[in-house]
């Protein structure tokens, strides 16, 4: 049964003002009614969090790992009713919940096995040379949490980017407390998630302040929170105007602080001459079904298509206006972001130069229909107004007149999430010289598949230069993103009694570099 309340340090509160969630389907509010968390949540949370701060981060790394493997247990055991629950607030298919839910406990008992690696410390000793001169002190370094990281739930991930995604995964990994600002477009589905991480908590004896959850509609709420002078940090996924305003607020504190945005990106995508004179139609079909998937509410959607000009990308553009006959419109996560959606498509459509390829199938209600253009590359570079992210099942073919233009045109664009190189064994020499221009643009670069999709691992970089991300030199996703909420510290001629585990000599039980030389336990 859900309560509507919101979850502060394990109370679960009331408030005067509520809101309802929406059917994605039909617009129909959902009961129950949920409490818009006030200033007085948010202040108790973040002194709860911050009370809480210094017993968690200085917990010891096997009972935190255990901490977040209950919590996936806990998270996974909700089964269908959290399924059912995100599919009535979302709009998405079961299978992809299904899918998105293994994502989002598979994570947690990732960062479970990276805590006890605890590699992530960066632990180092360099030890004191008296006879130098000048003398040299003895020095040794860890990484320790930043303290209570404010994490904001996204609205196309209602449970891997959002109560139990990544950013608060990776925070408690860091050891920092978190105070999560759920998204009003699944608050059911965020309390679900929120009582089984308050449970695990519980169970393993843990301060409550580790973890809250406010709902709310006003952005004076995130606002609030992101003010609070107990907040350390943010983690937020969603547009570049909500990242702007954050990175805003927290720049004007008495005491500004990080925030990792993850805000537009719109991938662009390479096709190679080779790769296209082999399977231009094969590669239209797989582009339509990549832009198309899930109403195309992906951060990593292929938004802009690059080809140089001629047969075979006219087959590309002919293919794909027949793939796209057959995609059926599919409902949007949110009213709001499907007459975004419409408006963006509106404006697109205006520009001078762009021609319509061809759209996918009407629908009726909260539905997005996919939509091709084609533009010259000659009308791309003269308005800047192709290369805005519009969120939804669209993109952009441009036709170069040669390789030359294509780097051109990479060269001038705006930091993305990805980068895409479709491309033979006879274009590789070409790619390379573009691969240099692609490292300075995206976080992550692709060979030969399309950037819809993100797996969890060690080596995942999903982040990259402005405005893909707020911090190009960090990840949202793997278990680096946890660099993000930690600072090192280092101590001088500490006595040995008074050092932090793993910093005495024999103690660290894990990687640890020694006078400059990297040595195992």
């Known amino acids: 049964?859900?309560?509507?309340?919101?979850?502060?340090?394990?109370?679960?509160?009331?408030?005067?003002?509520?809101?309802?969630?929406?059917?994605?389907?039909?617009?129909?509010?959902?009961?129950?009614?949920?409490?818009?968390?006030?200033?007085?949540?948010?202040?108790?949370?973040?002194?709860?969090?911050?009370?809480?701060?210094?017993?968690?981060?200085?917990?010891?790394?096997?009972?935190?790992?255990a901490f977040l493997r209950l919590a996936?247990?806990?998270?996974?055991?909700?089964?269908?009713?959290?399924?059912?629950?995100?599919?009535?607030?979302?709009?998405?298919?079961?299978?992809?919940?299904?899918?998105?839910?293994?994502r989002t406990v598979g994570q947690l008992r990732l960062f479970a096995d990276e805590v006890e690696d605890g590699a992530w410390q960066g632990l180092r000793i360099d030890h004191a040379d008296a006879g130098r001169t000048p003398p040299k002190p003895d020095l040794r370094m860890r990484k320790i949490p930043l303290g209570p990281v404010a994490v904001f739930g996204a609205s196309n991930f209602p449970l891997a980017?959002?109560?139990?995604?990544?950013?608060?995964?990776?925070?408690?990994?860091?050891?920092?407390?978190?105070?999560?600002?759920g998204h009003p477009a699944h608050p059911g589905t965020s309390e679900l998630v929120a009582g089984a991480?308050?449970?695990?908590?519980?169970?393993?004896?843990?301060?409550?302040?580790?973890?809250?959850?406010?709902?709310?509609?006003?952005?004076?709420?995130?606002?609030?929170?992101?003010?609070?002078?107990?907040?350390?940090?943010?983690?937020?996924?969603?547009?570049?105007?909500?990242?702007l305003a954050l990175m805003e607020h927290a720049a004007s504190r008495d005491v500004p602080i990080p925030v990792y945005a993850e805000m537009s990106s719109v991938n662009p995508v390479v096709l190679m001459p080779g790769r296209m004179a082999e399977a231009a139609a094969d590669l239209a079909q797989a582009y339509v079904a990549s832009l198309s998937m899930g109403a195309g509410q992906f951060c990593t959607n292929p938004g802009i298509v690059l080809a140089v000009d001629g047969e075979h990308t006219a087959q590309f553009i002919g293919a794909a206006r027949a793939a796209l006959e057959g995609v059926p419109a599919q409902?949007?996560?949110?009213?709001?972001?499907?007459?975004?959606?419409?408006?963006?498509?509106?404006?697109?459509?205006?520009?001078?130069?762009?021609?319509?390829?061809g759209t996918g199938a009407e629908g009726t209600g909260p539905c997005g229909r996919s939509y091709v253009y084609t533009v010259s590359a000659a009308d791309f570079r003269s308005n800047p107004a192709f290369e805005q992210e519009v969120f939804g099942p669209s993109s952009i073919i441009v036709r170069c007149t040669d390789l030359d233009e294509v780097a051109d045109i990479l060269s001038g664009m705006e930091g993305q999430l990805t980068a895409t190189l479709h491309m033979a064994q006879t274009d590789h020499e070409a790619a390379c010289a573009l691969l240099p221009i692609l490292e300075q643009r995206a976080g992550r670069i692709i060979a030969n598949a399309w950037p819809t999709g993100v797996d969890v691992t060690h080596a995942m970089v999903h982040g990259g230069?402005?405005?893909?991300?707020?911090?190009?030199?960090?990840?949202?996703?793997?278990?680096?993103?946890?660099?993000?909420?930690?600072?090192?510290?280092?101590?001088?001629?500490?006595?040995?009694?008074?050092l932090p585990a793993g910093l005495r000599e024999g103690t660290s039980g894990t990687l640890v570099r020694v006078n400059g030389t990297w040595r195992l336990p």
């Open 1 to 65: 049964m859900l309560t509507g309340k919101n979850l502060v340090a394990g109370h679960w509160r009331s408030g005067e003002t509520t809101f309802n969630a929406v059917e994605a389907a039909s617009g129909k509010p959902i009961e129950p009614a949920f409490a818009e968390a006030s200033s007085a949540d948010v202040g108790d949370a973040c002194e709860a969090a911050a009370q809480a701060q210094s017993t968690f981060g200085a917990l010891a790394l096997k009972d935190r790992a």
């Open 72 to 102: 996936a247990d806990k998270i996974d055991a909700l089964g269908d009713i959290l399924t059912q629950r995100a599919m009535l607030e979302s709009g998405l298919p079961e299978a992809r919940l299904n899918g998105e839910r293994g």
């Open 161 to 181: 980017f959002s109560v139990a995604g990544g950013d608060t995964a990776s925070a408690l990994t860091a050891g920092c407390c978190v105070v999560v600002k």
């Open 197 to 243: 991480i308050s449970a695990a908590l519980k169970e393993c004896g843990l301060p409550q302040g580790v973890f809250s959850l406010l709902n709310g509609t006003d952005y004076a709420l995130g606002e609030a929170l992101v003010k609070d002078p107990r907040i350390a940090a943010v983690g937020f996924t969603g547009s570049r105007a909500g990242g």
């Open 331 to 357: 409902t949007m996560l949110t009213g709001g972001i499907r007459d975004a959606y419409e408006s963006g498509i509106d404006t697109l459509g205006a520009q001078t130069g762009a021609e319509l390829v």
């Open 465 to 498: 230069p402005f405005p893909a991300t707020s911090d190009g030199r960090s990840t949202s996703v793997g278990t680096l993103a946890i660099d993000r909420f930690l600072r090192p510290v280092s101590y001088q001629d500490m006595p040995a009694s008074l």
